[in-house]
């Protein structure tokens, strides 16, 4: 299994109020379990991030379900505006329960 790594661009600094832009990226196979292993003909188990959920302070401020289409490695950018200091929080959910997450502080002026 390829290394899953979660990789996040997040401003250290925001002003109060001011929409932010977040980009992700997890390194992620997202096997559909459709394709054939080419030597055993046997095929591979599908292994997909079902789910993206970010957090700050401790409350969603986005999330979204992916589904099989969705290319290996996921790309995910979106924007929040956010009004005090704090942490957010970003976790991707695969298939068997696996849980990959990574934080990132931000300061608010």
């Not at 600094?13 to 054939?36: W, Y």
């Not at 970003?90 to 990959?100: A, K, L, P």
């Amino acid at each position: 299994m390829a290394n899953i790594k979660p990789r996040v661009k997040v401003p250290k600094k925001a002003k109060a109020g001011e929409a932010i832009v977040i980009k992700t990226l997890i390194s992620h196979p997202m096997e559909s379990g459709q394709r054939k292993d080419s030597k055993t003909g046997k095929l591979i188990p599908r292994k997909i991030i079902n789910k993206f959920v970010a957090t700050y302070n401790g409350k969603e401020a986005f999330s979204m379900d992916l589904l099989p289409a969705i290319a290996a490695n996921p790309y995910i950018e979106f924007s929040v505006k956010l009004s005090e200091s704090g942490t957010m929080r970003f976790e991707w959910t695969d298939d068997d329960g696996s849980v990959y997450d990574i934080e990132n502080k931000i300061t608010v002026a």
